[in-house]
Structures are given as C-alpha cells and as structure tokens.
Nanobody, 115 residues
Framework: QVQLVESGGGLVQPGGSLRLSCVVS????????MGWYRQAPGQQRELVAA???????NYADSVKGRFTISRDNAKNTVFLQMNSLKPEDTAVYYC?????????WGRGTQVTVSS
C-alpha cells in the first residue's frame, strides 16, 4: 500500500510563488518515479512535471522555466516549486507515484492564481 499526501496549495497573486509538497508512505520500495498532475474545471488531467527514480526530470512546455520538481529521498517527499504563477495555472494539483503497472494518487491540493 502506498499513500500520498499533498500540501502547500492556496491563493496567490499573478507573478507569485507557491511550493507544493507530497509525502509518500507505505510500501515505497521499487517505485519507478513520481510526478505532479493538474486538473482545471472542465479540463482533463495533465502532467505538469515528473521525476524518475534516477533523478531525471520532465516538464510540460507551459511550465518550463517557471516550475521545478525536486525530491528529498531521506524524507520521502517530492516538491513542486512554482514561480511566476499565471491565472491559467489555477487547478487542483495531484501527486502521483507508480510501481510497475500500479499508479497511486493523492487527494489533490487547490492552487488558485488570481488578483
């Protein structure tokens, strides 16, 4: 069993920053990687950023240069640093982890970018 808990969402003005955290617990050995997804109202869930067990990262074109995914292996935590936030970044952000063909999801944290 794998459990993911996100935190750090909230309301921020355009141009501001937020740092999301995802703590993973349970049976976490042999996880292939982790990532952040987001889903805005009326839209499909999309990949924002991902990091493999080897440390390689990947970003959606819309967030490159603004968002950074990182991890603290000792604390079993993945972060998403979001800078220069735009209103179009508003969404529920979900943490994801996978092992083999199994995917695990957090419950999501709301990010709202508005003045």
């Amino acid at each position: 069993q794998v459990q993911l808990v996100e935190s750090g969402g909230g309301l921020v003005q355009p141009g501001g920053s937020l740092r999301l955290s995802c703590v993973v617990s349970g049976i976490i050995f042999r996880l292939g990687g982790m990532g952040w997804y987001r889903q805005a109202p009326g839209q499909q869930r999309e990949l924002v950023a991902a990091i493999t067990s080897g440390g390689n990262t990947n970003y959606a074109d819309s967030v490159k240069g603004r968002f950074t995914i990182s991890r603290d292996n000792a604390k079993n935590t993945v972060f998403l640093q979001m800078n220069s936030l735009k209103p179009e970044d508003t969404a529920v952000y979900y943490c994801n982890a996978f092992r083999g063909r199994e995917n695990y999801w957090g419950r999501g944290t709301q990010v709202t970018v508005s003045s």
